[in-house]
């Protein structure tokens, strides 16, 4: 997958027909509140606040939902305070794993977080035991109709962009995170629009999964975490061959 991550790649394959609206509503407005307390309710001067608004629209989230969200954040309405903490471990087959989440309940979160891996077959580490195969980038995904590689090209790299990456529907832009939004600016001064951007943990290195019956165990292991509440994003470095993608 050229440093993508193949588990977002796969959310979005299936997630059309899989998704419960009312939980992705709930994991974008904590995104929002929380970027709006760390780093105020200004979307120009607060790229993560900018990044999340933008993945609310991309959902549909109704404008009032958003607004409502940012409030909170800012302490104007009467809300849940959410901990940020990243889990780390290892699922089937050796796959390294970090688990994202805000949570009001962290021993709560980590029993439920320790019981998916060990149900699995993997476990739970300690902070820092996997997080080093990944690297910290913007990511931003476009739309192969949307534009031509040599557009994009020179919009982003003048931009400050590190690479473009073709995928099979899709380009994808990495930048360093100080870099993310001043390449989100250029896009959208320039109409071009976006799939998805947020800064994520792109894996430097991926486990292939060639055995069936090990690739639906690591699936499986990221549909459960994905689908639990306090949990905002889940990273994985492993690929999944597409004649065995096709065969599940």
């Keep these: 997958m050229s440093g993508h991550s193949k588990w977002s790649t ?5 997630g059309a027909a ?5 939980k992705i509503f709930t994991k974008l407005i904590k995104e929002i509140t929380v970027a709006a307390r760390i780093g105020g309710g200004d ?4 790229p993560r606040l900018r990044s999340a608004i933008a993945g609310a629209k991309s959902d549909n989230m109704p404008k009032e ?3 409502r969200a940012i409030k909170k954040g800012l302490g104007e309405l009467e809300g849940a305070v959410y901990d940020e903490i990243t889990y780390e471990g290892y699922g089937p087959g050796g796959v390294a794993v970090l688990v994202d989440c805000m949570t009001d309940n962290k021993n709560r979160t980590v029993a439920d977080i320790r ?11 300690e902070s820092g035991c996997v997080s080093w195969m990944f690297d910290k980038k913007g990511s931003l995904l476009v739309d192969k109709s949307a534009v031509s590689e040599d557009k994009l090209l020179d919009v982003v790299l003048d931009a400050g962009a590190e690479d473009v990456v073709e995928e099979e529907n899709e380009f994808q ?3 360093l995170p100080d870099d993310f939004a001043t390449v989100l600016d250029v896009l959208e001064s320039e109409s071009i629009p976006l799939i998805e951007s947020s800064i994520s943990m792109i894996p430097k290195n991926v486990v292939e ?16 975490l994905e689908d639990h509440e306090d949990v905002q994003n889940v990273h994985a470095n492993f690929d999944i061959p597409d004649e065995i993608m096709e065969g599940m």
Excluded: C, M, Y
């Design 10 to 14: 796969i959310k979005r394959k299936k």
């Design 18 to 22: 899989d998704a419960k609206r009312g």
């Design 43 to 46: 979307p120009g001067l607060n």
């Design 65 to 67: 939902n958003i607004e």
């Design 115 to 125: 019981h998916f891996f060990a149900k699995s077959g993997g476990n739970l580490g």
């Design 173 to 175: 832009v990495i930048t």
């Design 209 to 224: 999964i060639t055995d069936e019956k090990v690739a639906k165990q690591v699936l499986t292991l990221l549909e459960k």
